[in-house]
């Protein structure tokens, strides 16, 4: 099975900080990485596919980039309602793997 | 609007099956290339996905836990069932049903989630 990393674990940045987000896979994903944003006691919610498309309804601050195996998620400006715990997503293979999360929380 | 509910048994006993449902709407199980997806959260830990299945019936599996598991759907209820047997107290967890977009091979909706706890 495809591996999942990211870095870092967890964060603490200030509102109006310029974040950014790092995803690696164990092998060539090509661009079939995903996105979700998940704050607590609710179901995930898809940001970015394709490593880069800005899922509809998505504030434009949000943006991913990447490909083969490193991929990188950046929030150009932190807001509030930007506190929560990010996880990449391999849709390469059939048997879809998830990164083991990173909290962005408040400095 | 898309929509996905989990339904099912809050608490099961070690040992035992549990069978989840995931009812859909605002859209067809049949729709080409259409797919929903079983994740899964312990309490504090990470996503964790476990099966899949599309409109072609193509399904696939967690590696580490395709001998416990089987995902089916019935198109004509909108509904995608996943059992998982021998349950055990490390499999509680919140259970999510999600939609894959065949478009974006993304899971796009999600539903609210389902907490099972296993104990005896």
């Known amino acids: 099975d495809i591996q999942m990393t990211q870095s870092p674990s967890s964060l603490s940045a200030s509102v109006g900080d310029r974040v950014t987000i790092t995803c690696r896979a164990s092998q060539s994903i090509s661009s079939y990485l995903n996105w979700y944003q998940q704050k607590p006691g609710k179901a995930p919610k898809l940001l970015i596919y394709a490593a880069s498309s800005l899922q509809s309804g998505v504030p434009s601050r949000f943006s991913g980039s990447g490909s083969g195996t490193d991929f990188t998620l950046t929030i150009s400006s932190l807001q509030p309602e930007d506190f929560a715990t990010y996880y990449c997503?391999?849709?390469?293979?059939?048997?879809?793997?998830f990164g083991p999360g990173t909290k962005v929380d408040i400095k | 609007q898309v929509t996905l509910k989990e339904s099912g048994p809050v608490l099961v006993k070690p040992t035992e099956t549990l069978t989840l449902t995931c009812t859909v709407s605002?859209?067809?199980?049949?729709?080409?290339?259409?797919?929903v997806s079983w994740i899964r959260q312990p309490p504090g830990k990470a996503l964790e996905w476990l099966a899949h299945?599309?409109?072609?019936?193509?399904?696939s599996y967690s590696t580490s836990l395709k001998s416990r598991l089987t995902i089916s759907k019935d198109t004509s209820k909108s509904q995608v069932v996943l059992t998982m047997t021998n349950m055990d107290p490390v499999d509680t967890a919140t259970y999510y049903c999600a939609r894959i977009d065949p478009q974006k091979y993304g899971m796009d909706v999600w539903g609210q989630g389902t907490t099972v706890t296993v104990s005896s």
């Open positions: 299945i599309f409109s072609n019936d193509e399904k």
């Open positions: 997503q391999q849709s390469y293979s059939l048997r879809v793997t």
């Open positions: 605002g859209f067809s199980l049949s729709n080409a290339r259409m797919g």
